[in-house]
């Protein structure tokens, strides 16, 4: 950091909160990042970068006024608390502030800022040569890597003060195949909450090879049927559907305003007895991670649903306020520029008892879905469409003849209700979540499970 934000905190603090406010907060950020982008051979883009400011706020009531600099220096972020200040004219309180320093690092075994560009150029070239070794149906590749070191330090009128350090790192690989007038696109990305050690689990080669070989496999599938149908999502989908179908209708902002299916729904049976899902940014370098969140309360564990009853939605300190309880760690923003808001961290179904291979055993036909791809979901009423990007017919029992061009179209609440088997298993996915102009790193996971019955768009005459 360029300056000691321990040091001026208080000053900034009343100069922020000179003219009234229930609540203030200092947020600086560091960040350093890396990325190397190569598409059809050629290595188009190597770059790295530093971006450094601060963001200010007071809150009183609904309102929050916000604004940010990028000099890190005392008088600026003075002249910043002070212009906050002036969107406020209230009554002011009796303010102090006495501040417990609670200090938090990376634990990253090879932080990417130790590794030299030729080491990244090296495997983002792995990746793209294994993906076109995939044969003459391959036409485009892109693989794309990226890591960044952001340090934070964050204050606030509470007397909460907070430095954190984190660390993320990604590899994503896209192949795009071609077979008489047929297209098809493979995608897979691997990255979390660590450092180069990625590729200590993680292969650049294997990675490619999975998405170069699901953009071909595709090419041969057979068209989707369509119609309702019993519909196995195997935990290699990740939980793309947990996420959007359900996970946004559980962030309070939506709830409060209304915008969500799922409001006004605490401790009523929203879901089947078998469906437990969690928010949890304590799990161990996955990408939606991390100590405390960008309003520096301590990450943890929010059981969503538990045994299909609703339990909790996800708060910030905002959203929190107007019910008077507590964060539940869920503020999170893409940067200083950006005022923090409720967002998914770790979202995921918890495990169950069945064998997987079993639940395919139990379901004669339907769909079996292995790898799922994008779509849309609307908060207000829950529905949703979205596409399987690697399917196959579930045929007496067993994964069957692979088909392309299916989607899933349904409504989350009522999906809930119709999970009836959940396997053993756990199978994360990853991702940057869009909401409000702003993108932050998630995880999301399911278990294999079986959905009773769910519309299937498919392509199939």
């Given at each position: ?324 309880r507590a964060s539940t760690g869920n503020g999170r923003r893409q940067s200083f520029r950006d005022k923090p808001i409720p ?119």
């Amino acid at each position: 950091m360029q300056i000691n934000l321990l040091e001026i905190a208080e000053d900034v603090l009343k100069a922020a909160l000179k003219n009234g406010g229930e609540f203030a907060e200092v947020f600086v950020e560091r960040r350093f990042s890396s990325s190397v982008r190569s598409e059809d051979r050629k290595l188009e883009r190597v770059i790295s970068g530093l971006d450094c400011g601060a963001g200010i706020r007071v809150v009183i009531g609904d309102r929050t006024v916000y604004a940010y600099t990028n000099d890190l220096m005392k008088d600026p972020l003075l002249r910043i608390a002070h212009r906050v200040a002036d969107g406020i004219s209230e009554s002011r309180g009796s303010y102090s502030f006495e501040f417990e320093p609670e200090i938090h690092t990376a634990s990253a075994k090879v932080p990417p800022a130790d590794i030299g560009t030729t080491r990244k150029v090296e495997k983002v070239k792995l990746a793209e040569d294994a993906a076109w070794a995939g044969g003459d149906d391959v036409r485009q590749v892109l693989v794309v890597y990226g890591d960044s070191v952001q340090k934070v330090a964050i204050a606030n009128s509470l007397g909460r003060y907070v430095e954190d350090e984190r660390i993320q790192t990604i590899l994503a690989v896209q192949c795009v195949a071609a077979r008489d007038g047929k297209i098809q696109t493979g995608y897979e990305p691997a990255g979390g909450s660590v450092g180069f050690e990625l590729f200590d689990q993680e292969d650049p080669v294997a990675l490619a090879r999975k998405a170069a070989g699901r953009a071909i496999l595709m090419l041969g599938a057979d068209d989707a049927p369509t119609g309702t149908m019993p519909v196995v999502l195997s935990s290699e989908a990740g939980g793309t559907m947990i996420h959007e179908a359900v996970g946004h209708g559980f962030e309070a902002d939506l709830v409060q305003k209304g915008l969500s299916k799922y409001a006004g729904q605490r401790d009523k049976v929203i879901g089947s007895t078998v469906v437990t899902v969690v928010d949890d940014s304590t799990l161990e370098g996955k990408r939606g991670s991390f100590a405390v969140d960008d309003e520096g309360n301590p990450a943890q564990r929010t059981v969503l649903i538990e045994s299909g009853v609703l339990q909790d939605y996800m708060y910030d300190v905002v959203t929190a306020r107007k019910e008077n309880r507590a964060s539940t760690g869920n503020g999170r923003r893409q940067s200083f520029r950006d005022k923090p808001i409720p967002r998914m961290t770790n979202t995921l179904i918890v495990s169950g008892d069945t064998d997987p291979a079993e639940i395919l055993a139990a379901t004669p036909n339907g769909l079996y879905v292995c790898k799922m791809g994008g779509g849309q979901v609307n908060t207000v009423n829950g529905d949703f469409v979205f596409e399987v990007s690697e399917g196959y017919l579930i045929e007496d029992g067993s994964q069957g003849r692979p088909v392309r061009g299916a989607s899933l179209i349904g409504n989350g609440p009522e999906v809930l209700m119709k999970i009836d088997l959940v396997g053993n298993d756990l199978g994360f996915g990853i991702g940057t979540c869009g909401k409000d102009g702003q993108g932050v790193p998630v995880g999301d996971a399911q278990p294999t499970l079986r959905i009773s019955a769910l519309t299937v768009g498919g392509t199939s005459t």
